[in-house]
Nanobody, 124 residues
Framework: QVRLVESGGGLVQAGGSLRLSCTASGRTFNTYNMGWFRQPPGKEREFVASISGNGGLQYYADFVKGRFTISRDNAKNTVSLQMNSLKPEDTAVYYC?????????????????WGQGTQVTVSS
C-alpha cells in the first residue's frame, strides 16, 4: 500500500511561484508513474502532469505547459511540481497520485493511490 503526503501549498500573487512536494511510502516508488491533479472550487478534479518511474518522461496538460515542471527524486521517494507564472485560475486543491498504468494516464480512475491534497490559492 502506497501512502502519499503533499506539502508546499499556500497563498501567492498572480505571477508568483510555488513548489509542491509529495512524499511516498514504500520501497517500490520507482515502479510507479506519478501524477499531479487539481480540483478547483466547485469543479471536477483535473489532470495536471505526470512523470515516468525513472523521471525520464513527463506529460503535461495544455493549460500548464511552459509554466509547470514535474520532477521526482527516487532516492527520497518524492515527486515535485514547480509552478511558475501562476494565475488565479490555478487556484485549487492539488493532489499527487500514483499509477501502475501508462505515463499518459490522465483520468482519475486510472490512479491507484492519492494524497490528501494541498491548497494553492492565487490572488489577482
Amino acid at each position: 500500500q502506497v501512502r502519499l503526503v503533499e506539502s508546499g501549498g499556500g497563498l501567492v500573487q498572480a505571477g508568483g511561484s510555488l513548489r509542491l512536494s509529495c512524499t511516498a511510502s514504500g520501497r517500490t516508488f520507482n515502479t510507479y508513474n506519478m501524477g499531479w491533479f487539481r480540483q478547483p472550487p466547485g469543479k471536477e478534479r483535473e489532470f495536471v502532469a505526470s512523470i515516468s518511474g525513472n523521471g525520464g518522461l513527463q506529460y503535461y496538460a495544455d493549460f500548464v505547459k511552459g509554466r509547470f515542471t514535474i520532477s521526482r527524486d527516487n532516492a527520497k521517494n518524492t515527486v515535485s511540481l514547480q509552478m511558475n507564472s501562476l494565475k488565479p485560475e490555478d487556484t485549487a486543491v492539488y493532489y499527487c497520485a500514483a499509477t501502475a498504468s501508462s505515463l499518459y494516464s490522465s483520468h482519475r480512475s486510472q490512479y491507484n493511490y492519492w494524497g490528501q491534497g494541498t491548497q494553492v490559492t492565487v490572488s489577482s
